[in-house]
């Protein structure tokens, strides 16, 4: 039914167009940066050949002529590119894939558009099977401009194989990451343990996270009920009591604890995984993220046995006692351009390139969540143990906002963390620093919260 379904609305498209055009030419931008994730471009190649299948089942001479591009370089590089392509008014691009942060800006800007309408006419198409909070992701102002493409979730991973070096057994393991979760232990107790490791000689340092800039560090603020954003007046905030404890945490983690080298930030990525992640890893706890899985399994040829053996995840830990932990979750999804001639098409295909089955091997391949339920229960993403695992971290976990000031707000909070961890700025330094540049950019797009 779903099929005829998908055949009467490629008939309702094919309607609209001149018939005299035999290819239609779209271009799609896709990203990674890891490696795994190359299945954000083969599934939407995959859903131009079904597409085109289904074209030519309904009589159609019209054929979908999609190139796909993947970026394997990095975050910023990519979105800079996206950027000077926008602003160039010259380059052809109808969809473009990016994480749900960078919608606030660029619906803001008018480079990408709404597809509610669309959405609605494809919604019996696979749209409403997939989980209700990702569709939050992808709105600003109200409106939706993206299609889910993954979630994930970003665990504290743990060297188990470090840990029972220094006398855990994998129960006692298990526990710690379990009163992690629940508020027991705190991110004191992490340090605590980090540099218990450290002393007995079995690791050179205790935690490591992010080495750029990224979301990562939000956790960190969370674990401090730092507020970040007010819904009411979709203004982000900046509060200060709470943040000035983050803040602490961060110049404290390298300049009094000694468990986070001052120079971590600007290392290599390649650096930081082998540093915890690699056979001869000597760092016990990272800040990562699910995907990082599948980077080690490429990267150092682990098995599923190996990653079991060799890693243990909880939530990010509270810094106050009896408070549960938390995550966040990044959602990467695909958007349609202002420039697209063909933007009902755009959504069609990249609904079709959410299909259960494409998504489900993207997800394990590349260590992500699934976003629909019937992925769920495909035979290829029930089976992995670790994916089963971690999902449980969902329920605790968040999105940052989009806000189109977003970006600005994180750098100037960055470049604080930056100067915090390498002795640079101490913490009451930071928080006049980070003030006075919000407000002198961001003016009255954020509430300072004294």
């Not at 803001?108 to 992701?137: R, T």
């Not at 082998?274 to 040829?301: D, R």
């Not at 992500?368 to 089976?383: G, T, W």
């Not at 992995?384 to 329920?395: I, M, N, R, Y």
Request: aromatic share 12%; hydrophobic share 40%; proline share 4%.
């Amino acid at each position: 039914m779903k099929k005829l379904s998908v055949l009467l609305v490629v008939l309702m498209i094919v309607s609209t167009m001149m018939f005299s055009v035999k290819t239609i030419k779209m271009v799609a931008w896709t990203v990674g940066p890891d490696d795994p994730s190359i299945n954000r471009k083969v599934n939407l190649e995959k859903a131009a050949e079904r597409l085109n299948k289904m074209l030519e089942t309904a009589g159609s001479d019209i054929r979908i002529d999609l190139e796909v591009s993947f970026d394997s370089t990095d975050w910023g590089s990519y979105k800079q590119r996206a950027l000077i392509a926008f602003q160039s008014g010259k380059q052809q691009i109808d969809i473009i894939t990016s994480g749900h942060d960078d919608i606030g800006m660029w619906a803001a800007a008018k480079y990408i558009i709404p597809i509610d309408s669309y959405v609605q006419k494809f919604w019996d198409l696979g749209l409403y099977d997939i989980i209700p909070s990702l569709w939050e992701s992808t709105k600003f102002k109200g409106k939706i401009y993206g299609i889910p493409q993954d979630t994930e979730a970003r665990p504290l991973y743990a060297r188990r194989d470090k840990l029972r070096e220094m006398g855990y057994t994998d129960a006692q393991i298990d526990d710690m990451m379990n009163k992690f979760n629940t508020g027991e232990y705190t991110l004191y107790d992490l340090v605590r343990i980090a540099q218990e490791g450290i002393e007995m000689g079995v690791v050179k340092w205790g935690l490591w996270h992010r080495p750029s800039k990224g979301i990562d560090y939000f956790q960190i603020f969370t674990s401090f009920g730092a507020q970040i954003y007010d819904q009411a007046t979709n203004k982000l905030v900046f509060d200060e009591v709470n943040m000035r404890k983050a803040f602490q945490f961060f110049y404290d983690i390298s300049n009094k604890y000694k468990i986070t080298p001052k120079t971590l930030i600007g290392t290599p990525w390649n650096s930081v995984h082998s540093s915890f992640a690699g056979p001869e890893g000597n760092v016990l706890f990272h800040m990562g993220g699910t995907w990082n899985v599948a980077e080690w399994k490429k990267m150092f040829g682990y098995t599923n046995e190996d990653i079991k053996e060799k890693f243990a995840f909880s939530l990010t830990p509270s810094a106050y006692k009896g408070k549960p932990g938390n995550t966040l979750s990044h959602p990467v999804v695909y958007m349609v351009t202002s420039r697209s001639k063909y933007p009902e098409l755009a959504t069609l295909l990249i609904t079709l390139a959410s299909a259960a089955d494409l998504n489900a091997k993207h997800a394990i391949d590349s260590g992500h969540l699934a976003i629909r339920f019937e992925e769920m229960s495909n035979q290829y993403y029930a089976k992995d143990e670790f994916t089963k695992k971690v999902t449980a971290l969902l329920p605790y976990t968040s999105f940052i906002p989009n806000n189109d000031r977003f970006d600005e707000y994180n750098k100037a909070i960055f470049d604080a963390i930056t100067a915090l961890e390498a002795g640079r700025f101490t913490p009451d330094q930071a928080i006049r620093f980070v003030e006075m540049t919000l407000k002198s950019r961001l003016k009255d797009d954020v509430i300072i919260k004294k």
